[in-house]
């Protein structure tokens, strides 16, 4: 199931992480996200309306120069103002969501990463994320789930195998598969048997290491299903009675934030591909937060230690790192454009 009902997927024949900063760059008209203030998210006080629309523009006015800072200087040092691209961005998002008041006192980053991670294995590294800041505010603004106040501690390996963009690298890297599932869903109407949500695997490896369902938070109440001929799925437990009651009921249910998407334009026309976290923790973070907080530990790796950038440059996980640098990047701010507008987006 896709983040947004409504999509959108555009082609180009430039550089297609330019041409979304593009598209993000009409935020600074306050006229135009005024009209996207009340069409889109349902604003209506036009104080209000006003004043969430400059504090966007100024924040996608610095998202873009932190970006092309980031974008065109040397590869080692661009995580410090890559990052301070998407915090600007995810506060932006944060606006449209109607959270100017609770920003105003969570401007911080709401996480934490200490000198004596970098001492560990580099995907063995964890990062604290505390019960306040914006990072936190988010997470909480989307999930409605809040951290608890001895916060929560991530490993850079669920960081990384989340990524989608870099999930080729992750894999040559590390050897593992990644962490995310790669599906389609289709409803089915049934009036005679009753109705039911079809979850299809398309991960090569997955189809024949099936997760369990209960690792799927996305979806609630799959169960998994065999074929005589071998093949395996996810269904819900059958329904009867109207059947657009029941699709509606199961996508409001559906935690539909926690995935994200991807559009295949051939000759049969576009297709889009979910992915979704196989992850049992009770705290689950979507691709969006997964890309921020890589790019705050090399941030804060940037700015404090030096010699552990080298160490981490000199390792094979440099080829991750680059890889993140600009596929990381554009595949957040097409996230978050796609918040924005609340459709689900691509550019190819």
């Known amino acids: 199931m896709l983040r947004y009902d409504d999509t959108e ?21 306050k006229g135009f996200t005024s009209d996207l203030l009340k069409e889109v998210h349902g604003f209506s006080d036009g104080i209000e309306i006003r004043k969430t ?9 610095n998202a873009i120069g932190l970006a092309n800072q980031g974008l065109e200087g040397p590869a080692q040092t661009s995580f410090l103002p890559l990052y301070y691209s998407t915090l600007n961005l995810a506060k932006v998002y944060l606006l449209f969501l109607g959270k100017r008041m609770e920003l105003k006192s969570n401007r911080w980053h709401g996480a934490k990463y200490t000198e004596s991670e970098m001492s560990k294995n580099f995907l063995n590294e964890k990062i604290k994320i505390s019960n306040q800041g914006t990072l936190p505010l988010l997470y909480h603004s989307i999930t ?3 951290i608890g106040q001895s916060g929560l501690y991530i490993t850079l390996d669920e960081i990384y195998k ?7 690298e992750y894999k040559t890297i ?4 990644s962490g995310l599932l790669v599906h389609s869903t289709e409803f089915i109407q049934d009036d005679k048997n009753g109705h039911y949500l079809k979850v299809n695997i398309l991960n090569s490896f997955y189809k024949n290491h099936i997760p369990s369902p209960r690792l799927l938070k996305a979806y609630p109440g799959l169960n998994i299903v065999t074929s005589s001929q071998g093949d395996s799925w996810y269904e819900t437990k059958k329904y009867f009675g109207n059947y657009e009651a029941f699709k509606t ?3 409001q ?3 539909r934030y926690l995935n994200s998407q991807f559009c295949i334009s051939d000759s049969f026309g576009p297709r889009w591909i979910s992915f979704t976290p196989i992850n049992g923790r009770f705290h689950v973070l979507n691709e969006d937060l997964c890309i921020m907080l890589a790019y705050f530990h090399l941030s804060n790796v940037v700015r404090y230690n030096p010699e552990h950038l080298y160490r981490i440059m000199d390792s094979k996980y440099w080829a991750i790192l680059l890889a993140l640098r600009k596929h990381g990047f554009l595949r957040f701010e097409k996230l978050m454009w796609g918040n924005y507008i609340k459709k689900s987006f691509e550019i190819s």
């Open 53 to 61: 629309a400059k504090l966007i523009s100024l924040h996608v006015d």
């Open 174 to 177: 590390t050897k593992k598969e």
């Open 249 to 251: 009921n199961l996508q």
């Open 144 to 146: 409605n789930k809040s």
């Open 9 to 29: 997927s555009i082609s180009t024949e430039l550089n297609p992480i330019e041409d979304v900063l593009n598209l993000i760059a009409v935020l600074k008209s």
């Open 162 to 168: 989340n990524i989608t963009s870099i999930g080729a």
């Open 253 to 255: 249910k559906t935690k």
